[in-house]
């Protein structure tokens, strides 16, 4: 089974998105400074896509 992460940005905050889990859940995630604050622990899914996707990488080169 394929897992997929549906996550979307807050057009009334700032720095801040939610994730639509199947279960009905939605997570509340908001980036300040590079660092993740949430409403739920978050599975290792979207840890990874959002430290992919989301947070901003420590080797800037250039």
Do not use: A
């Amino acid at each position: 089974m394929d897992q997929s992460i549906v996550i979307s940005p807050s057009f009334m905050k700032p720095n801040t998105f939610f994730i639509f889990r199947e279960d009905g859940i939605q997570v509340e995630i908001k980036i300040v400074d590079n660092t993740l604050f949430r409403s739920h622990k978050l599975t290792e899914l979207e840890l990874e896509y959002i430290n992919n996707n989301l947070l901003k990488t420590k080797n800037t080169n250039g």
